[in-house]
RNA sequence: GGGGAGGUUCCAGAGUGGUUAAAUGGGGCAGACUGUAAAUCUGUUGGCUACGCCUUCGGAGGUUCGAAUCCUUCCCUCCCCA
């Protein structure tokens, strides 16, 4: 993996880069649909590429390893295989669920004891098990297993579990690198920053991530709840420290607006949920702000979904008929928003790459972000 | 013609003297959703000059301190047998 950074934005932080992969170029900044049972729901492959513009999207450790698990996805010869995704590919490490999924689990230094969501099978994952894993699934990049921790949480936790995620780190580097791909195309590991919202933390968790010296970093532990205010107060105090020619990723973010204002404090690779899971609860989010297509107020409308929008389900099907097709609880319904919610994230960060590379990025995110929090 | 069941708030359907503006489900309306246990979850759903009042359980009348619940009568559905 290499990383090109193509530009600087003068104003502030944000620059446009590429990040070079055995499955092809990624552009960044990137948004990186989220796909983790080996699918990003409610969309074929070739709308993610052709409609969508995706580059890179995401698949999830925990949830593969039970379903279809590792044996399926060696025979297959990985992920890429199995789903058809021949660009790059991302793999959480599981870290994630250690939080979501807390109530299930039982932690000590050795790693995590799970019990299955799917049929309450114990199972073990250590950051060994884990770069095992996701060398079957192949991804591009893979994530250092770590703790997320929730939010709020107490100082001393949050130093004990950040101080535990960095010895899960040294142990996730020593096996990966004493291991290889099993398919014969590199992977890299990107290791990730804890320490909650605790400015010291934060730091010192920066600076050890930094001194691994991996391809790329990812801050993670945010937007779990904190206010948004806090999450970039921490994306910048990290993104300050991390190296300045690596990719950064921060897990898990977020709302356009936090998107673009992460692209200005240098972040380069986002992931999130809510384009995709908002889209099947009814909620479209477009360059003038946010439209929740359950309402009344969209029954007799049928003006384009989206007349700035840039896939095709943007300008054929009206918002009188999105609507219909929630309220009957159509499958189309989610399958349309899916798709134009995934276009305009991607066309979020596509425009803030031109904006960059002319110098007019800090002015038109700002108002940007005034728009894209707006309920229409 | 004979026998039987039933009419409840938008719908289905509980409730059979007071704690019932009326369970529950659906529908409607609105909200939440940030490295996905999510095509999920939550709230709300008679009216109003509202922390109190008014109108509602097929219609009318009656019993009672009090009726969706009991009585009389009328109207209307559905099922079975001829």
Known sequence: MQFNIHHHDTGSKARIGTIKTDHGDIKTPVFMPVGTAGTVKAIHNKDLKEQVNARIILGNTYHLYLRPGTEI????????????????????SGGYQVYSLAHRRKMNEEGVVFQSHIDGSRHKFSPEIVMDIQRAIGGDIIMAFD??????????????????????????????????????????????????????????????????????????????????????????????????????????????????????LGVDMFDCVM???????????????????????????????????????????????????????????????TMHNLGFYLWLVDEAANHIANNTFMDWKNIMVKKLGQRL
């Open 73 to 92: 996805l060696k025979k297959v010869g990985g992920l890429h295989k199995f789903n058809a995704w021949d660009k790059p590919l991302l793999t959480d």
């Open 147 to 264: 703790e997320c921790t929730p939010y709020p949480c107490e100082y001393d936790y949050a130093q004990r579990s950040m101080e535990m995620t960095h010895r899960w780190l040294t142990r996730c580097c020593n096996h990966f690198d004493n291991t290889n791909g099993l398919y014969g195309y590199s992977q890299s590991l990107f290791p990730i920053v804890q320490g909650s919202t605790y400015k010291d933390l934060r730091i010192q968790s920066a600076e050890y991530i930094a001194s691994c010296d991996r391809e790329g970093n990812a801050i993670g532990g945010l937007s779990v709840g904190e206010p948004a205010e806090m999450m970039y107060e921490m994306t910048e105090l990290v993104c300050n420290i991390l190296p300045v020619d690596k990719p950064r990723y921060l897990m898990g973010v977020g709302t356009p607006a936090n998107i673009l204002e992460s692209i200005a």
């Open 275 to 337: 384009p995709t899971r908002n889209a099947r609860n009814g909620m479209i989010f477009t360059s003038e702000g946010i439209l929740n297509m359950r309402n009344r107020k969209w029954i007799d409308d049928f003006s384009p979904i989206d007349p700035n929008g840039t896939t095709f389900v943007d300008s054929i099907y009206s918002k009188a008929y999105l609507r219909h097709l929630f309220a009957a609880g159509e499958m189309l319904g989610p399958i349309i928003a």
